[in-house]
Antibody, heavy 116, light 111 residues
Framework: EVQLAESGGGLVQPGGSLRLSCAAS????????MSWVRQAPGKGLEWLAN????????FYEDSVKGRFTIARDNAKNSLHLVMNSLRVEDTAVYYC?????????WGQGTLVSVSS | QSVLTQPPSVSGTPGQRVTISCSGS????????VTWYQQLPETAPKLLIS???RRPSGVPDRFSGSKSGTSASLAISGLQSEDEADYYC????????????FGGGTKLTVL
């Protein structure tokens, strides 16, 4: 059974940093593109970034480019999102998803709250 | 403001057929396939339709997708109360250098 489990969310002050993780199981992690998608409270879905199977190609949404870094560790079946210079508007539930453009599986999400 | 445009809400009665539209442009829906997701209250999104009209295993055939030009539609027939959810369309956008774009979402209410 494919499972994705996010962790690392929490309360952080504006300008702070946070590292999210996504533990994958039930499939050959190194064979799939992986992505991060977020959802602000009461709002819609927003794609953030994706990363190729070998970790050597990444794409970012403009509002997070230069602040967020997507990375993966195929040996540990894990996906990460390092978030720097966090803003109040980054407050959201962050989901990891399997896939590059179509997300076949999603994790349960982890809540990031940016507030002073 | 979302790149793909969906109606904020639609409603229907049990047994009815409803459709949700998704309007884009030549750089996204016009060139690439459309995906639909269902998000039940307080849960993560779930893949509903991929490649414009393909249902993953386990998705009832009451759900169907179509695409024409720069627009797409999700149709739900034989509406059931458990279909009450938010629905999102998405597509790859060539103009945005490898970006995935979503619609703003449509809240389906079963009356």
């Amino acid at each position: 059974e494919v499972q994705l489990a996010e962790s690392g969310g929490g309360l952080v002050q504006p300008g702070g940093s946070l590292r999210l993780s996504c533990a994958a199981s039930g499939f050959t992690f190194s064979s799939y593109w992986m992505s991060w998608v977020r959802q602000a409270p009461g709002k819609g879905l927003e794609w953030l970034a994706n990363i190729r199977q070998d970790g050597n190609e990444m794409f970012y949404e403009d509002s997070v480019k230069g602040r967020f870094t997507i990375a993966r560790d195929n040996a540990k079946n894990s996906l990460h999102l390092v978030m720097n210079s966090l803003r109040v508007e980054d407050t959201a539930v962050y989901y990891c998803g399997r896939g590059q453009t179509t997300f076949e599986y999603w994790g349960q999400g982890t809540l990031v709250s940016v507030s002073s | 403001q979302s790149v793909l445009t969906q109606p904020p809400s639609v409603s229907g009665t049990p047994g009815q057929r409803v459709t949700i539209s998704c309007s884009g442009s030549s750089s996204n829906i016009g060139k690439n396939t459309v995906t639909w997701y269902q998000q039940l209250p307080e849960t993560a999104p779930k893949l509903l339709i991929s490649n414009n009209n393909r249902r993953p295993s386990g998705v009832p055939d009451r759900f169907s997708g179509s695409k024409s030009g720069t627009s797409a539609s999700l149709a739900i027939s034989g509406l059931q109360s458990e279909d009450e959810a938010d629905y999102y369309c998405s597509a790859w956008d060539d103009n945005l250098g490898g970006h995935v774009v979503f619609g703003g979402g449509t809240k389906l209410t079963v009356l």
